[in-house]
């Protein structure tokens, strides 16, 4: 674990996991980011890391915070492993941190139960647990704008819509390769329900982390079974391997599908074989936007970032940068709401329920046509807004769909399922005490 302070005109201070914190100065908000730029995951997490914070300080630079308060921004390194992770949230939580961004689904397992205890919102933007959904028990969890399971029931619908509905996936067999991790797993009871009500085969292909780069042995298997689609749940260095040995395989890569992690570098990997391959996505891409142009002058030219200008607007980056988004306007509302302009944990939980990004404030934050709309609430966390469908033409991402909107008559039960068991088998779960805001 190890940090890296990111704010201006305040003093480095060094940190030790399990060392008692002071909490910062009343009159800024402390926004720590974890982030992966080290090991095996530092192909995904160093693009994400590079656009959280660009867009947080950006608001520094541009306007002086957020509400006129500062933003104290520091980085803590978990090499995505979990144990770093916690050891992470243990450092911070002593800081009064507004919310944590745990950027793992690994990490945000365990940080669950502690959120409701400690009084820290978690932020696990399109991951983590899909069950966290429902803000009626899952009180200080954020999952926006869409879950694990909302995006497998995209795909699947989308797929069907290729077929000609979905009655017509009867008797095909649907791979799916993932990470052998908590985030690979967490989309497989939902696949297999969906198998199970309308006559799928599924044949899953898990690939464990020391082999996300040889995956020879799964693409074996895959050209024994010859499934008829595959969907990809990975991550990291998977990606690209994954992509670069389905060309080399000979799987036809129109069949081939993500949900919406892939990187443009990932889809490289397969050289000219690689065009074809498809992938979920709920936001633009590319610099064509205000906000990011003025992460641009206020960021990166003045030497501020550690992103590569010319992966500013890649994929991954306005990821980080939507993730940033949310991270603000969970901010911002708080302050609407509680007349406060340094505002803590529980303020900022208050704001993300009632964030409402609709486009007239998506037009005032500088990006217009940038992502559909999302508003949050005190029983939804999720939003379960709609993904497009995008295709690599060789070169870049381009757009093939309109917006898809999650099978919610299918996974919704499931969902309320899952969260009402996940808090029957931890006893003592906490209930929502308090009434739900009416705020907007």
């Not at 990111?6 to 030790?16: D, N």
């Not at 933007?125 to 200080?140: C, E, H, K, Q, V």
């Not at 797929?159 to 390769?177: A, H, V």
């Not at 005032?364 to 939804?380: I, K, P, R």
Request: proline share 5%; net charge neutral; charged share 25%.
């Amino acid at each position: 674990m190890s940090f890296r302070k990111l704010s201006l005109g305040l003093a480095a201070v060094t940190m030790l996991a399990g060392t008692a914190l002071p909490a910062f100065a009343q009159d800024s908000i402390y926004v720590p980011l974890f982030t992966y730029r080290t090991g095996p995951f530092a192909g995904s997490g160093t693009f994400i890391a590079d656009g959280m914070h660009d867009y947080l300080q950006m608001l520094n630079q541009r306007d002086g915070g957020i509400g006129g308060v500062k933003l104290v921004l520091e980085e803590c390194e978990t090499g995505y492993d979990t144990k770093k992770g916690v050891e992470c949230y243990e450092a911070v939580k002593g800081k009064n941190p507004v919310v944590v961004n745990p950027w793992s689904t690994g990490i945000t397992l365990p940080l669950i139960p502690r959120a409701s205890v400690d009084k820290i919102p978690i932020l696990s933007m399109a991951y983590g647990l899909s069950a966290s959904a429902r803000g009626d028990i899952f009180p200080w969890v954020f999952n926006p704008p869409a879950t694990y399971w909302d995006g497998l029931s995209m795909i699947i619908k989308y797929i069907g819509q290729k077929e000609g509905g979905l009655e017509k996936l009867k008797g095909k067999k649907i791979g799916f390769i993932h990470l052998d991790a908590a985030f690979g797993k967490e989309p497989i009871p939902l696949l297999q329900e969906l198998a199970k009500d309308i006559g799928f085969e599924v044949a899953l292909y898990p690939v464990a982390a020391q082999d996300m780069q040889n995956q020879s042995s799964q693409w074996l298997s895959a050209r024994r079974d010859r499934p008829d689609y595959m969907i990809m749940w990975g991550w990291g260095s998977m990606n690209g391997a994954a992509v670069k040995e389905a060309v080399r395989s000979g799987y036809p890569m129109d069949k081939f599908y993500s949900v919406w992690w892939p990187s443009e570098d990932d889809a490289r990997s397969g050289g000219a074989g690689a065009k074809g391959f498809k992938m979920l996505n709920w936001h633009a891409v590319g610099t064509n936007f205000p906000a990011i142009q003025d992460i641009q002058k206020h960021v990166v030219d003045k030497g501020m970032s550690k992103a590569q200008k010319d992966k500013v607007g890649e994929l991954l980056y306005n990821r980080g940068v939507y993730n940033s988004l949310l991270i603000a306007e969970g901010i911002a509302q708080a302050q609407k709401i509680t007349g406060k302009k340094a505002v803590t944990g529980e303020d900022v939980r208050r704001g993300m329920e009632n964030i409402k990004l609709d486009p007239a404030r998506l037009k005032e934050l500088g990006l217009d046509g940038f992502t559909e709309t999302l508003s949050l609430s005190c029983a939804d966390h999720n939003g379960h807004r709609p993904a497009f469908m995008q295709e690599w033409d060789g070169a870049k991402w381009v757009k093939i769909s309109d917006p898809i909107e999650p099978m919610t008559d299918r996974v919704k039960g499931q969902l309320d399922a899952a969260a009402k068991d996940y808090a029957e088998k931890n006893a003592g779960w906490p209930k929502r005490t308090e009434a739900c805001d009416k705020a907007s």
